[in-house]
Nanobody, 126 residues
Framework: QVQLVESGGGLVQPGGSLRLSCAAS????????IGWFRQAPGKEREGVSC????????YYADSVKGRFTISRDNAKATVYLQLNSLKLEDTAVYYC???????????????????WGQGTQVTVSS
């Protein structure tokens, strides 16, 4: 049974940092690309980042480039998303998801992902 469990969210002030984790089980983790998405209240879900199976290729949304860093530890079956220089507009529920093919130019389209976690709330507020 495929499971993705996100953690690490919380309340942080603008300019602060958080590290999100996505712990996976029930499938061959190193055979899957992983994406991070987020959804703010009243907005559509948007792609944040994507990482290849080996971790050597990464993609970022323009809105987070230079501030967020995606990484993975295949031995621990975990993907991380380091969030730095957080802004009010980063407030959202963050989700990780599996993708059976490479990130590619469609990485930010959520229909290309198979399994999703339950999400972790990130709130940026002063």
């Amino acid at each position: 049974q495929v499971q993705l469990v996100e953690s690490g969210g919380g309340l942080v002030q603008p300019g602060g940092s958080l590290r999100l984790s996505c712990a996976a089980s029930g499938f061959t983790f190193n055979g899957y690309t992983i994406g991070w998405f987020r959804q703010a209240p009243g907005k559509e879900r948007e792609g944040v980042s994507c990482i290849s199976t080996g971790g050597g290729t990464t993609y970022y949304a323009d809105s987070v480039k230079g501030r967020f860093t995606i990484s993975r530890d295949n031995a621990k079956a975990t993907v991380y998303l380091q969030l730095n220089s957080l802004k009010l507009e980063d407030t959202a529920v963050y989700y990780c998801a599996t993708r059976s093919h490479r990130c590619g130019f469609t990485w930010a389209t959520d229909s290309g992902y198979d399994y999703w976690g339950q999400g972790t709330q990130v709130t940026v507020s002063s």
